[in-house]
């Protein structure tokens, strides 16, 4: 009987020791996937920052040699009307243009 329950600790004993190594794997994937995540919403973020204020001194830019042609009002205007057409379209092709890439890098990233 003592070889029996001696059997049956060490098979506890080992159970135990590969459950602790599972669940800390899972912590150690968990962590590696959420800093992946997290990395690449703050280079986004970072991205969009940078591309804003380029877009505005862009636009700025192209604003005042159309007002050379059309006036300054009419300059702004046609700037103001490009950049809602703009906003238009990104909000057709939303699902084309960001949700998918979103879905596939997250799909990626939690499946690999």
Do not use: C
């Not at 001696?6 to 912590?27: D, H």
């Amino acid at each position: 009987m003592t070889e029996n329950e001696n059997s049956f600790a060490r098979l506890w004993g080992t159970v135990k020791k590969y459950l602790t190594f599972q669940i800390e794997y899972a912590k150690l994937t968990a962590a590696e996937k959420l800093t992946m995540i997290f990395g690449a919403v703050a280079l986004g973020f970072i991205f969009i920052m940078l591309a804003t204020v380029i877009g505005l001194f862009a636009s700025l830019a192209i604003a005042h040699m159309l007002a050379d042609a059309v006036g300054i009002v009419w300059a702004f205007a046609i700037m103001s009307a490009f950049y809602l057409l703009l906003a238009v379209m990104l909000y057709i092709f939303r699902k084309q243009i960001i949700l998918d890439p979103i879905a596939r890098f997250l799909s990626k990233v939690i499946l690999s």
